[in-house]
Nanobody
Framework: QVQLVESGGGLVQTGDSLRLSCAAS????????MGWFRQGPGKEREFAAA????????YYADSVKGRFTISRDNAENTVYLQMNSLKPEDTAVYYC????????????????????WGQGTQVTVPS
């Protein structure tokens, strides 16, 4: 079992930045690929970013590429999502998720490919 707890969400203005954190506990953090997903009001959950076991590889949805940066600190059992140039369409609940590295390929961008999920943190960018 892996427990994931997100933090760092909030209410910001267009063009602002936020850094989300996801703290993991339980099994060895470094054996899991990590991902960030988001679900906006009235929308389906969508993939945002993923990072490989060591952090050497990252992958982004087109909608956030160039504005968001995913990173991880395996010593601190934490994955981050740095979000810059925020837009109203970034308004969503943001979830981190963990995928066992032994399951194979990276990246994984579908929610069903991840075994563990956090409870989410709200990010609001008013229009």
């Amino acid at each position: 079992q892996v427990q994931l707890v997100e933090s760092g969400g909030g209410l910001v203005q267009t063009g602002d930045s936020l850094r989300l954190s996801c703290a993991a506990s339980g099994r060895t953090f470094s054996r899991y690929h990590m991902g960030w997903f988001r679900q906006g009001p009235g929308k389906e959950r969508e993939f945002a970013a993923a990072i490989s076991l060591t952090g050497a590889r990252t992958y982004y949805a087109d909608s956030v590429k160039g504005r968001f940066t995913i990173s991880r600190d395996n010593a601190e059992n934490t994955v981050y999502l740095q979000m810059n140039s925020l837009k109203p369409e970034d308004t969503a609940v943001y979830y981190c998720a963990a995928r066992d590295g032994g399951r194979g390929f990276f990246p994984a961008s579908q929610g069903y490919e991840y075994e563990y999920w956090g409870q989410g943190t709200q990010v609001t960018v008013p229009s």
